[in-house]
């Protein structure tokens, strides 16, 4: 691993062309104007889908580190990861693999369920046989295979008409997963390294933490720390590390639970979890005394790559 002071150049991939890219936009500046703030040579990046010109604009740049703020398909699920580890160019977060595996709800259900992390039943289905009738007894949650910030993601209750699935770019035998609805309190926990940071309680008016209430200002609460006993507290952060573990992880991940009575169900690990003024993990990181500016240093100092 490189040494702080053998970095100076740090390049930030942010935007790109995923479903996220306004959220990957926010994240970016704010890490740049982090990074800025340390005293390092900042060179933001765009990515488009010419490969080509990325690589090149990469090269380019000199960077010591890439700090990648890239959020959803292409950025957080292996793509961009592959580039970085040919060009043997260390980068923030997870590397190729855990990130590819994170990002793929049904593979990392296997892993979680195989360490013994709670995983709520599934059925994977097409659009067609979703949009024809139940796909398992309500309520339930259809959701994209491979997409992140509860993009796309679909809760049919007692009573409800089945959703529009017209909205997802799916075509009617692309596959989907449906998924028990877990009752009970959304939590969720960052880790940093080999450490969980905190436990958060999240509230939405919006019945669900879905993309709105993920990003819009007063879309969410956050209970901070989350009014759970000692034991349930030290076992959502218990679970949260298992879960950054059994991916493969680094750098920083949020685990994101349900808690139903005193059993806490995995939804997710985020592998590039949000750096905007609503994200959780630099809020969980300021809880337990590290600053934005500190957090992002120290997510640079210990990027790395897979060459």
Same mark, same amino acid.
């Given at each position: ?38 005293? !390092? ?28 703020? *890239?959020?959803?398909? !292409? ?64 309520? +339930?949650?259809?959701?994209? *295979? ?64 879905? +993309?709105?209430?993920? +990003? ?42 349900? *808690?139903?009575?005193?059993? !806490? ?29 500190? *957090? ?12």
């Amino acid at each position: 691993m490189m040494r702080p002071t053998s970095i100076k150049r740090v390049a930030v991939l942010g935007g790109g062309f995923s479903k996220e890219r306004e959220v990957s936009l926010v994240s970016a500046a704010a890490a740049a104007r982090a990074l800025e703030a340390k005293g !390092f040579a900042v060179t933001m990046i765009d990515p488009s889908r010419d490969m080509a010109a990325l690589v090149n604009t990469i090269a380019a740049a000199k960077p010591d580190v890439v700090f990648n703020a *890239l959020h959803g398909r !292409f950025g957080e699920d292996g793509c961009v990861q592959g580039i970085l580890d040919m060009m043997q160019i260390p980068y923030t977060h997870s590397g190729r693999l855990a990130s590819a595996v994170a990002m793929d709800k049904p593979m990392a259900k296997r892993m979680f369920a195989t360490a013994g992390i709670p995983v709520a039943e599934e059925r994977i289905v097409t659009r067609r046989q979703a949009e024809q009738g139940d796909v398992m007894p309500r309520p +339930y949650v259809l959701k994209p *295979l491979n997409e992140g910030s509860s993009v796309g993601v679909k809760i049919v209750r007692d009573g409800d008409n089945r959703p529009p699935l017209d909205d997802l770019g799916l075509d009617l035998d692309d596959s989907l997963m449906a998924e028990r609805f877990i009752p009970g309190r959304e939590v969720t926990v960052a880790v940093v390294g080999d450490k969980a940071l905190a436990v958060t309680e999240i509230t939405t008016a919006r019945g669900f933490y879905d +993309y709105e209430a993920k +990003y819009a200002a007063g879309g969410s609460a956050h209970i901070l720390p989350a009014q759970l006993s000692p034991a349930l507290t030290k076992r959502a952060m218990d679970l949260a590390l298992d879960a950054h573990r059994v991916l493969g992880c680094r750098g920083v991940s949020r685990a994101d639970f349900r *808690l139903d009575g005193d059993t !806490f169900v995995i939804l997710e690990v985020n592998t590039q979890p949000g750096l905007t003024p609503t994200s959780l993990v630099p809020e969980q990181a300021a809880h337990i005394g590290m600053p934005f500016n500190d *957090l992002i240093l120290w997510m640079v100092e210990h990027a790395q790559c897979d060459a």
